[in-house]
């Protein structure tokens, strides 16, 4: 056999997805292995992780004394590069498919709007968490390719990734990015809008579980039927301190999330304003694809959809299409040497932050 292909049979395939919130690792022929929320939990005796990812995550909010859960990835920059490494170094070594000769190859997405610093701190990251070759590529392409856009269509398609922290809007052409728009407002701050709603009018301290868990099953962009629809939240009673329950009703909470939904809606739209004419043509036809774990929200397609006057599709498994798109690329080598940021004229004069 050939060294090459047999260098092929012990090669993992990665495509890291990177989060704010979550990181998510696919290996070629596996799909989808890893999806863990970006945190990891650190003594603060010694700083150093005891937890990563989901394990982290249980912790949080019921951290033991000297244990505090951080996100070492803020507004989908690396805001600590240490953490940052040690992180990705745990999710790719428990990706892996098992063999201690198996060598690495990763694509992994960046927003457009992260800097050449941030771009080499990730890249060092990733190559200091054992990876062999890394190609960075950015997330609206990744999730374009991962919705199904078409590399080759000379026609426009605009995709639209709601994360955690921010929304990332992408029109593609050709297999590139023609224009591009990054806000850093995302899901997130529905959570922080209703945690503070009920600190505020109901006296009770929620946690970030809670909080989740009221956007995901009580909440929605569309004006609810039953405004008098009522859900039962508990914590931690601001004046007394004391464990203590309190009711919100549908109508009370709707005007929270819609107030957060349409400045994403808003931002979607005045993106929309600046598209040359024949591209605002194409999207005129096509609509727009929503992607991320925001995409979820309860109605928030349709409330676009209303906003924008456009159709609007949510694919299947929206919080899987950056990474999966990063997948595709290494069926398509020629399009990802095409596409991915590693040129050597960008990274050059880019210093490497964060040393000690
Ligand atoms: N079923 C659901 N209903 C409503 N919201 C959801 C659901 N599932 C996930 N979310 C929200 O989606 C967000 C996370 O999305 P995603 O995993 O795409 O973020 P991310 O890629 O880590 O963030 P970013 O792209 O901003 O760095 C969170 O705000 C989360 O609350
Ligand atoms: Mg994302």
């Known amino acids: 056999m050939a060294l090459s292909s047999l ?3 012990v090669t993992d395939y990665l495509a890291i997805d990177m989060g704010t919130a979550n990181t998510i690792i696919a290996v070629k022929g596996r799909d989808v292995v890893l999806d863990e929320p970006s945190l990891v939990a650190v003594s603060e005796v010694n700083d150093e992780i005891v937890a990563f990812g989901l394990e982290a995550a249980d912790m949080r909010g019921r951290e033991g004394r000297d244990i505090i859960v951080v996100a070492p990835l803020s507004a989908g920059v690396v805001a600590d590069f240490e953490k940052t490494k040690e992180m990705l170094s745990h999710f790719v070594r428990k990706a892996k498919s098992g063999g201690s000769q198996v060598t690495r ?9 992260v800097t050449h610093v941030e771009q080499r701190a990730l890249l060092n990251a990733a190559e200091e ?13 990744a999730a374009a390719f991962g919705a199904d856009v078409d590399p080759t269509d ?17 029109v593609i052409t050709k297999g590139s990015i023609s224009h591009s728009r990054s806000e850093r407002i995302g899901s ?3 959570n922080d809008a ?5 600190k505020r009018n109901l006296g009770l301290q929620i946690g970030t579980e809670t909080a989740e868990a009221i956007k995901r099953n009580f909440m929605t962009s569309v004006v609810p039927d039953d405004m ?18 309190v009711t919100i009703t549908a109508g009370e909470v709707y005007p929270i999330v819609e107030n957060i939904v349409r ?5 979607i739209k005045d993106t929309l304003t600046e598209l040359r004419p024949e591209v605002a043509a194409d999207i005129y036809d096509r609509g727009i694809v929503l992607t991320g774990g925001g995409a979820l929200l309860n109605g928030i397609d349709q409330y676009i959809r209303e906003f924008i006057d456009l159709s609007v599709i949510v694919p299947e498994e929206p919080r899987y299409c950056t990474v999966r798109g990063l997948l595709k690329m290494f069926d398509e080598p020629d399009l990802l040497e095409r596409v991915s940021r590693n040129e050597p004229s960008i990274l050059q004069n880019s210093e490497v932050p964060f040393e000690a």
């Open 105 to 113: 190859e990763a694509v992994l997405s960046v927003l457009s709007e």
């Open 194 to 198: 209703i945690t503070t709603h009920i």
């Open 7 to 9: 260098r092929k049979l």
């Open 263 to 267: 400045r994403i809606a808003q931002v």
């Open 188 to 190: 997130d701050e529905i």
């Open 154 to 170: 000379k026609r426009a398609s605009a995709v639209v990734d709601i994360g955690a922290a921010t929304t990332n809007i992408a």
């Open 228 to 245: 008098a629809a009522e859900m039962l939240v508990k914590g931690r009673d601001l004046q007394s301190g004391s464990p203590n329950a």
């Open 129 to 141: 968490a054992g990876i062999g070759k890394v190609s960075i590529m950015e997330e609206g392409l």
